[in-house]
């Protein structure tokens, strides 16, 4: 029933900006855990940036500086504002949260990915 529906990535060059977007849909009572995860080809899954319900943010080392997450409550919504992007930044970006529902216990979701390919 519930769905993570991510957009925004695409082809850019060294230097450009992007900007993702991923909504929670269903029903649930709370998020209380929104970030984003990337993965490159033959590589894992890495931490790229995190928000919790009380704003408190974590960034990977790689990306500290250059992308901002954030959060629109009434939408649902994380964002992450990727600016400076290297083309070690090609990789499928994995939304992920962590629900409360009201049954009171918490799951976590996974989006289905979006492609950020940072190529001249």
């Known amino acids: 029933q519930v769905e993570l529906v991510e957009s925004g990535g695409g082809l850019v060059q060294p230097g450009g900006s992007l900007r993702l977007s991923c909504a929670a849909s269903?029903?649930?009572?709370?998020?209380?855990?929104m970030g984003w995860y990337r993965q490159a080809p033959g590589k894992g899954r890495d931490l790229v940036a995190r928000i919790t319900d009380s704003s408190s943010t974590n960034y990977a080392d790689s990306v500290k500086g250059r992308f901002t997450i954030s959060r629109d409550n009434a939408k649902n919504t994380v964002y992450l504002q990727m600016n400076s992007l290297k083309p070690e930044d090609t990789a499928v970006y994995y939304c992920?949260?962590?629900?409360?529902?009201?049954?009171?216990?918490?799951?976590?979701?996974w989006g289905q990915g979006t492609q950020v390919t940072v190529s001249s």
């Open positions: 269903g029903t649930f009572r709370s998020i209380n855990v």
């Open positions: 992920y949260a962590e629900l409360r529902f009201e049954s009171w216990r918490n799951y976590g979701y």
